[in-house]
């Protein structure tokens, strides 16, 4: 069994399921004695059926091909998609600023940038320039930091 | 219409007339460009600043930046793969592969001309037919519409060539994705699990921007960045030679027909264009097989068809008072809010105003070409940086953009999975433009199949009895669903 699991398949499979669990809510959820054009769920139905379907065949051609597995994402992916999750998160609660400063610091780590004084220089200058474009040029406030009120 | 040119001329020529154009149009591009702003914000942006001008240069204001920014929108698309605007997101496909050859100013210069040249028919278009086009756009009811969806849905089987169950379950997960929120008709809360941030749907563009811009950052992340090197090399736009454009005029021309005629039709939009039109240049290119890896026809026909949209969609907005998209509703509130109303009567009661509204409009389309080069010369030393530095620019653009469509912390939030699910779906070879056409259209696809059961009382046959149209369109999309297969089994022969 655990021959025929590669990424792919673990892919196609996750998507297979996850149309099953939504069909089934959308299935469950139905009202029969409504017309399918005043059912919220009639055209979703449409929609999911195919979904189970297409991911059952490639669910089916993911294990029977056996492709090549990929080589691994790198550790520096995990850290980046961490720190991504983390900007978008924190971004409107700590402020434009001070998260995209430690954003930028981050990124610039884990794509290979090993000099101090460019990462420190993109990191506070791309930011501050932004700041500038955004709130002072186009007059489209960026989320303020609930420390310092002016960044 | 033309008798009142001379009139509408003089309307126009005045210092605060063409002040207006030029900066309007400079100011549209560079909103267009940044990821997340676009074509409605970027008319919204401008809207309480026309509260002080005159009549006609408020309108032109509006229209200039409704015009640059559908433009600009192609700038970053192509550069950066980040589609500026929801419009250019079918520009990534071919565009961003020619910046990677080191062929970014070409690229931009097949969609400069491109967007020019749709801008300036459509604006013809305007002039000479608008009153007409309307009547006839009038025939369109929800089962033509329903047609005209399912063949612009037929694209996904073209873009989704090499690997096209991977690509059809990527467009049915769009669809479904379009449908999660509360119901359109009765307001039903669907597929929100309780969550109240989702009552109003996945934002497109938070969903376009995590799948094509942030998903190239962690794509990149995972292979080895060589830290010196720059992502694109951009010094300008270059122009294509004039013997470039042979054999692609029928693309062009094809193209600009399709942008003007779904313009025209309330509800469609220029993001329904482009990709119809791509899918469509797809089919009948004699370079088909080089689209999707930097083929020029895939720019000209995205460009041409989403900026000939933006005449188009003025038509039913000035002759009927039916905005064609969100950007035309804001257009209709501008004029509302300067005292025009538009509708048939507009044409007759004050057809110096329209003469001047529509004359305005081609002349910022002529405009287009030279301020769209001025612009992107300004923009090229931004791009002269390392991959590294403009990786991470980008990752803080796609938050940046995500957040003022909607200044809503959880869109950031669906970006940023979006980008993850991305990354994932494309190590394994699933292309992303299915599911950005499947939530494009989607939403208007289950409208107009609901309203037309309404129609019909539930009857699903009656879609093709007295619907001559529907029936055309749907004819239409199976013939071209069966143009693969036939090619494939033609193939198979050959070799054989």
């Given amino acids: ?151 | 219409m033309l008798d009142m040119l001379p009139q509408a001329l003089g309307l126009i020529f005045t210092l605060e007339g063409i002040a207006v154009l030029v900066l309007g149009t400079m100011l549209g591009i560079i909103l267009g460009a940044l990821p997340g702003i676009g074509s409605t914000v970027a008319v919204a942006i401008i809207l309480p600043f026309t509260l002080g001008m005159g009549q006609i240069a408020a309108i032109l204001l509006v229209l200039a930046v409704y015009a640059g920014s559908v433009y600009g929108g192609s700038i970053s698309a192509i550069l950066i793969n980040t589609p500026g605007t929801p419009q250019s997101a079918a520009t990534c496909l071919d565009g961003y592969p020619m910046s990677q050859r080191g062929e970014a100013g070409l690229a931009l210069g097949w969609a400069t001309l491109a967007s020019v040249i749709g801008g300036i028919v459509s604006a013809i278009l305007l002039i000479l037919a608008a009153p007409q086009v309307a009547a006839f756009a009038l025939n369109f009811g929800p089962i033509e519409t329903f047609a005209l969806i399912l063949l612009g849905l037929t694209c996904i089987v073209s873009v989704s060539e090499g690997s096209m169950i991977k690509g059809l379950l990527a467009g049915v997960i769009g669809i479904f994705l379009s449908s999660v929120g509360g119901d359109p008709i009765t307001g039903e809360a669907r597929f929100t699990f309780g969550a109240f941030e989702l009552l109003a749907g996945f934002d497109l563009l938070a969903v376009v921007i995590g799948v094509f811009a942030l998903s190239e950052v962690l794509l990149r992340a995972s292979r080895r960045i060589d830290g010196a090197a720059l992502l694109v090399a951009f010094e300008g736009i270059v122009l294509p030679k004039l013997r470039a454009w042979k054999g692609r005029l029928g693309v062009l021309a094809k193209s600009v027909a399709i942008g003007c005629g779904v313009g025209v039709l309330p509800g469609t939009g220029a993001a329904t264009a482009a990709f119809i039109s791509y899918a469509e240049a797809r089919r009948s290119s004699p370079r088909r097989e080089n689209f999707g890896k930097g083929e020029p026809d895939g720019i000209i026909a995205s460009e041409s068809a989403n900026n000939a949209v933006t005449g188009g969609a003025l038509v039913p907005t000035m002759a009927l008072g039916i905005p064609g998209d969100a950007i035309t509703a804001v257009m209709l509130a501008t004029l509302t809010l300067h005292g025009v109303t538009p509708g048939v009567r507009l044409m007759t009661s004050n057809p110096t105003l329209i003469a001047a509204i529509f004359t305005g409009f081609l002349l910022i389309n002529l405009i287009l070409l030279p301020l769209g080069m001025l612009v992107s010369r300004l923009a090229a030393p931004l791009l002269r940086m390392r991959e590294a530095f403009l990786m991470t620019a980008i990752a803080i653009f796609c938050v940046i953009g995500v957040y003022f469509v909607r200044g809503n912390p959880f869109d950031l939030l669906v970006m940023a999975i979006a980008g993850v699910i991305g990354f994932l779906l494309r190590r394994q070879g699933y292309p992303m433009a299915p599911l950005v056409i499947g939530m494009v259209l989607g939403p208007t696809l289950e409208m107009s199949l609901r309203q037309g059961l309404i129609i019909t009382n539930g009857s699903f046959a009656a879609f093709f009895t007295g619907h001559p149209i529907a029936v055309a369109l749907m004819l239409t999309a199976l013939l071209l669903l069966s143009l693969p297969v036939y090619r494939a089994m033609m193939n198979r022969r050959r070799t054989a």
């Fill in chain 1, 1 to 151: 069994m655990l021959a025929l699991i590669n990424e792919r398949a673990l892919v196609a499979l996750v998507l297979f399921l996850t149309g099953i669990a939504l069909l089934w809510t959308a299935i469950a959820g139905g009202t029969p004695d409504l017309q399918p054009a005043f059912d919220p769920r009639f055209f979703p139905r449409i929609v999911l059926t195919l979904w189970v379907a297409i991911a059952a065949m490639e669910l089916a051609a993911a294990v029977w091909r056996r492709e090549p597995s990929l080589e691994p994402a790198a550790w520096r992916i995990g850290v980046l998609v961490i720190a991504v999750l983390l900007y978008a998160v924190l971004f409107t609660r700590l402020g434009f600023f001070i998260t995209s400063v430690a954003f930028c610091i981050v990124s610039l780590l884990v794509l290979g940038q090993r000099h101090i004084l460019t990462i420190a220089a993109f990191a506070i200058g791309a930011p501050t320039m932004l700041l500038i474009l955004f709130n002072r040029v186009l007059k489209m406030p960026l989320p303020a930091s609930p420390f310092f009120w002016w960044l």
